[in-house]
């Protein structure tokens, strides 16, 4: 049996850069985080004493015969990549999924990282985030981005550029005591379960032809970001006041990526101190993200006092194997 342990992501700037119809065209970068939230997925072979051959237990129980059977299409396809057979999934997560923290990607780099254990093999973070890219974007068609993937396989607060050859993670060089400072800045509420992120994916896709000014300057904002992190003589609530800039630049993009509730819950938290803020993810509901200065914690609390206030710590191991139990296996008939 093995288990492995993916970290959710937080993306502060620069997401839509990250679209392959985007940045092999123009240069994109992301700044993102992953925390202390973590999807886990367990495998192991099925014990043949069933009347089926593969056993999948996330948000439904499936029990099937044949792979082609399977209905999730990650998992689907994941198996057909890797030529795996006989297997029982389980998954199970910190966070709910679609809620804007990059759930699926973590779930596909969490088991693809266990398929390759399974089989003996070690897969490098890079492998890892190369194969979630084209288990997701080609195999399962999905629209999107890929820093998802990324930095679900690396970890830790990163600065990930893209251009027409790829992709490089550039980790970001902060003191200790600011980035625990930016820690406790930030504030992350539920609103509620978003709809799915390839569908709203799929806009801001179309999008991306007429929008390429607003991409350009949230590509810019990366630099800004950086050198706010890097730093030390800058005030750290410019990190906060770019992200409201952010903000506003991502509605402009594509008419679903808020809602009027979302857009009253984020003026409730400016009215109460709030610096800045964003939705993350792709849209339509999922995780509020504001930066407060300590001062202003208080109130800003109160204010949404309404929503699920879910505390984390940043963290930086990407996914790991957490458990390891060897196995023996022959395929069957």
């Given at each position: 049996?093995?288990?492995?342990?993916?970290?959710?992501r937080?993306?502060?700037?620069?997401?839509?850069?990250?679209?392959?119809?985007?940045?092999?065209k123009?240069?994109?970068?992301v700044?993102?985080?992953?925390?202390?939230?973590?999807?886990y997925v367990?495998?192991?072979?099925?014990?043949?004493?069933?009347?089926?051959?593969?056993?999948?237990?996330?948000?439904?129980?499936?029990?099937?015969?044949?792979?082609?059977?399977i209905?999730?299409?990650?998992?689907?396809?994941?198996?057909?990549?890797?030529?795996?057979?006989?297997?029982?999934?389980?998954?199970?997560?910190?966070?709910?999924?679609?809620?804007g923290?990059?759930?699926s990607?973590s779930?596909?780099?969490g088991?693809?990282?266990?398929?390759?254990?399974l089989?003996?093999?070690y897969?490098?973070?890079?492998r890892?985030?190369?194969?979630?890219i084209?288990?997701?974007?080609?195999?399962?068609?999905?629209?999107?981005g890929?820093?998802?993937?990324?930095?679900?396989?690396?970890?830790?607060?990163?600065?990930i550029?893209?251009?027409?050859?790829?992709?490089r993670?550039?980790?970001?060089?902060?003191?200790?005591?600011?980035?625990?400072?930016?820690?406790?800045?930030?504030?992350?509420?539920?609103?509620?379960?978003?709809?799915f992120?390839?569908d709203?994916?799929?806009?801001?896709?179309?999008?991306?032809?007429?929008?390429e000014?607003?991409?350009?300057?949230?590509y810019?904002?990366?630099?800004?970001?950086?050198?706010?992190?890097?730093?030390?003589?800058?005030?750290?609530?410019?990190?906060?006041?770019?992200?409201?800039?952010?903000?506003?630049?991502?509605?402009?993009?594509?008419?679903?990526?808020?809602?009027?509730?979302?857009?009253?819950?984020?003026?409730?938290?400016?009215?109460?101190?709030a610096?800045?803020?964003?939705?993350?993810?792709?849209?339509?509901?999922?995780?509020?993200?504001?930066y407060?200065?300590?001062?202003?914690?208080?109130?800003?609390m109160?204010?949404m006092?309404?929503?699920?206030?879910?505390?984390?710590e940043?963290?930086?191991?990407?996914t790991?194997?957490?458990?390891?139990?060897?196995?023996?296996?022959?395929?069957?008939?």
């Amino acid at each position: 049996m093995v288990i492995t342990q993916t970290p959710f992501r937080m993306s502060f700037f620069g997401g839509g850069t990250d679209f392959p119809e985007y940045y092999k065209k123009n240069k994109g970068a992301v700044i993102s985080t992953t925390f202390d939230k973590y999807c886990y997925v367990s495998v192991r072979h099925l014990p043949r004493f069933f009347d089926y051959k593969n056993e999948l237990i996330y948000s439904k129980i499936e029990r099937v015969g044949s792979e082609q059977e399977i209905v999730h299409p990650a998992i689907r396809n994941a198996m057909k990549m890797m030529d795996m057979h006989e297997l029982r999934i389980t998954y199970d997560a910190d966070l709910p999924a679609r809620s804007g923290l990059g759930t699926s990607s973590s779930f596909a780099v969490g088991m693809l990282n266990a398929f390759y254990a399974l089989k003996g093999k070690y897969a490098d973070k890079r492998r890892l985030a190369d194969d979630a890219i084209y288990l997701e974007r080609v195999l399962c068609a999905e629209s999107g981005g890929v820093q998802d993937q990324i930095a679900a396989s690396f970890g830790g607060l990163n600065r990930i550029d893209f251009d027409a050859d790829g992709y490089r993670v550039s980790p970001v060089i902060v003191s200790p005591e600011r980035k625990r400072a930016l820690n406790d800045s930030l504030l992350l509420f539920f609103t509620g379960f978003s709809r799915f992120s390839s569908d709203i994916q799929e806009g801001t896709k179309k999008a991306i032809r007429d929008k390429e000014a607003e991409l350009k300057e949230m590509y810019s904002l990366v630099d800004e970001a950086e050198k706010v992190l890097t730093d030390k003589n800058v005030p750290l609530s410019e990190f906060g006041r770019l992200l409201n800039h952010t903000w506003e630049l991502k509605r402009g993009i594509s008419g679903s990526i808020s809602t009027d509730s979302i857009d009253a819950l984020y003026r409730k938290a400016m009215e109460a101190g709030a610096v800045g803020g964003k939705l993350l993810g792709a849209g339509g509901g999922g995780f509020l993200l504001f930066y407060v200065e300590p001062d202003k914690r208080q109130a800003v609390m109160e204010a949404m006092k309404e929503l699920l206030y879910v505390p984390f710590e940043f963290e930086n191991s990407g996914t790991s194997v957490i458990h390891y139990s060897p196995e023996s296996y022959e395929p069957g008939n």
